[in-house]
């Protein structure tokens, strides 16, 4: 009982209307019309159990990224693959690092397993390389750093990383999330997958939920040493993800005309929305710099988060409200299409304006 349960972004408002859902980083353009074909196709054999080796998942991903498919996992979305290592590597007595503002999956897989949560403080929202590795001692046994991280969307560039990765003890997995990998400007990475194909205690993860747009099929996989992965499949459930899932999640890395138009879309909507939030700057709100699908909107003035999510409610927008992850002062609110990120930057420039 000492879980805090999760909390899923909401899609109706508290009166039960059905408003624009930028709550939950989905994709706003919605999904491949490939993955939804081979989604549809696979409706001829609901009555066989998957291949519970993902051999195809892992083969199309393998060839996609250059990596070993032996050395690939995959779950009932990444949150299934954070919670396999946990359960792999850590138990009661041992603690697990997540940053101050952190995925709040982190702090729910390390209590699942008995671990204890350690929380290494931010720098201005962001990752402190330096925080985490004070925070290590001899009972870590865990790191878990989102790159961009979630709700903030900071980024920590290839160098932090690799900092980080070079301070940690060679017995202590460092996990790096990828869940928003594919919305980096440019042709930035943090180094991410180079170390987990040549260091041993490396675990990558990434996910179809957010540019893919197959949050609804949950599927996420991983990426780490050969022995790392063994351990991991020793204690995954083998039926974890679905034939249909698995057929669009291939469907969909194909199309790549989609996955650049979502990228595009996102770049040029969350520089936008970014603008607008700056313009508010005199009445205290504050966008942190996001790399992901998302922007940390800050409340530092007469208007409060808390009064701005119900006005955004009002307005047909439902927006994440963290008071529960330490940012009662903070909305973090997913670019969604242009009508939307049009529409929730005008309801906020209406509310900052009445005060
Ligand atoms: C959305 C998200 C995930 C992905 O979850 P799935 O289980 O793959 O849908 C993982 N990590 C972070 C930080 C996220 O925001």
Redesign the pocket.
């Known amino acids: 009982m000492a879980i805090a349960p999760y909390i899923p972004g909401r899609s109706t408002t508290d009166d039960g209307r059905k408003v624009a859902k930028l709550s ?2 989905e994709n706003p353009l919605g999904t491949s019309p490939a993955a939804r074909a081979a989604f549809a196709a696979a409706a001829h054999n609901l009555e066989r159990y998957p291949d519970a080796s993902g051999a195809e998942l892992r083969e199309t991903l393998a060839e996609m990224h250059q990596l070993d498919p032996a050395r690939i996992i995959y779950g ?7 919670h396999l290592a946990a359960g792999a590597f850590a138990g009661p007595g041992d603690e697990i690092i997540h940053v101050r503002y952190g ?1 709040a ?1 982190y702090e729910i897989a390390t209590r699942r397993v008995g671990a204890t949560p350690v929380i290494a403080p931010d720098t201005d929202y962001a990752t402190d390389v330096d925080a985490i590795l004070a925070a290590v001692t001899p009972n870590t046994k865990m790191v878990f750093v ?1 790159n961009p ?3 903030t969307g900071t980024y920590s560039t290839k160098a932090e990383i690799a900092r980080l990765h070079a301070g940690l003890p060679a017995d202590v997995l460092l996990v790096l ?1 990828h ?2 990998a594919e919305y980096i400007e440019g042709d930035a990475e943090d180094g991410g997958m180079a170390l987990a194909e040549s260091a041993s205690n490396v675990l990558v ?1 990434r ?4 540019m893919y747009g197959l ?1 609804a099929e ?3 996989w991983g990426y780490a040493s050969a022995e790392i992965i063994a351990a991991m499949h020793r204690i995954r459930l083998p039926f974890s993800i679905t034939i249909a899932g698995t057929a669009a999640a291939i469907a969909a890395l194909g199309d790549r005309d989609f996955v650049a138009h979502t990228r595009d879309h996102n770049a040029h909507w969350r520089a936008w929305f970014a603008d607008e939030i700056a313009k508010l700057g005199n009445a205290g709100l504050r966008a942190v710099p996001s790399q992901a699908n998302f922007v940390l909107v800050l409340f530092k003035g007469k208007l409060t988060a808390e009064v701005a999510y119900k006005g955004l409610m009002d307005a047909g927008y439902i927006v994440r409200w963290l008071p529960g992850q330490g940012l009662p002062h903070g909305l973090r609110i997913t670019i969604g299409t242009e009508d939307e990120t049009r529409g929730v930057a005008a309801a906020l420039r209406d509310l900052a304006e009445r005060g």
């Open positions: 939950s980083n009932n979305g990444s949150d299934e693959v954070l995925f999956v989102a991280n979630n709700p999330d869940a928003y993860t996910t179809f939920s957010k949050a949950r599927i996420g």
